[in-house]
Antibody
Framework: EVQLLESGGGLVQPGGSLRLSCAASGFTFKTYAMSWVRQAPGKGPEWVSVISGSGRNIFYADSVKGRFTISRDNVKNTVYLEIKRLRAEDTAMYYC??????????????????WGQGTLVTVSS | EIVMTQSPATLSVSPGERATLSCRAS??????LAWYQQKPGQTPRLLIY???SRATDIPARFSGSGSGTEFTLTISSLQSEDFAVYYCQQYNGWPPWTFGQGTKVEIK
């Protein structure tokens, strides 16, 4: 069974930083793209970033480009999201999600299945 | 960026009735369209990908159709566990991949 477990969220002041982690199990981690998707309270999901199986191909949403950094460790089967210069509008549940393939091998878009349980990031003074 | 627009925002349906949800893309996404279900306090769950392919363990009462810019999710006979918010997502080509704002299916 595929399992994704996020951690690292919390209450942060504006301008602060956090590092989110997502530990994966139940599949051959290095052969799949992984994404981060966030959902602000009462809103629809927003795709944030994707990383290919090797880590060489990375994309970001414009809203986070320059502030967020995605990475992965294929030995620890973990994907990370480092977020800096946090703003109030970054307040959201952050989910990691598995793609259907490695975008470096199959250059097509990704749906997300499954999603982790999420980790809540709250930006407030 | 491709904008996804869902309608209606809220759909009131009686148990056992059919529900039809719509999703429109601002430009063609071919059949690169997924649907998700989200219940309160829960994680989104994939229902449909490729516009019409059901994900693993999704009941046959859920069906998807459409291509290009117009898509539909149909729930043929609503069960109590189907009352939730439904989101569409396009994944055409390279990112950004975008979601609609959701349709809430509530009990009439």
């Amino acid at each position: 069974e595929v399992q994704l477990l996020e951690s690292g969220g919390g209450l942060v002041q504006p301008g602060g930083s956090l590092r989110l982690s997502c530990a994966a199990s139940g599949f051959t981690f290095k052969t799949y793209a992984m994404s981060w998707v966030r959902q602000a309270p009462g809103k629809g999901p927003e795709w944030v970033s994707v990383i290919s199986g090797s880590g060489r191909n990375i994309f970001y949403a414009d809203s986070v480009k320059g502030r967020f950094t995605i990475s992965r460790d294929n030995v620890k089967n973990t994907v990370y999201l480092e977020i800096k210069r946090l703003r109030a509008e970054d307040t959201a549940m952050y989910y990691c999600a598995k793609g259907p393939w490695d975008i470096a091998v199959v250059p097509l878009g990704n749906w997300f299945d499954p999603w982790g349980q999420g980790t809540l990031v709250t930006v407030s003074s | 960026e491709i904008v996804m627009t869902q309608s209606p925002a809220t759909l009131s349906v009686s148990p056992g009735e059919r529900a039809t949800l719509s999703c429109r893309a601002s430009q063609s996404v071919s059949t690169n369209l997924a649907w998700y279900q989200q219940k309160p306090g829960q994680t989104p769950r994939l229902l449909i990908y490729g516009a019409s392919s059901r994900a693993t363990d999704i009941p046959a009462r859920f069906s998807g159709s459409g291509s290009g810019t117009e898509f539909t999710l149909t729930i043929s006979s609503l069960q109590s566990e189907d009352f939730a918010v439904y989101y569409c997502q396009q994944y055409n080509g390279w990112p950004p991949w975008t979601f609609g704002q959701g349709t809430k299916v509530e009990i009439k």
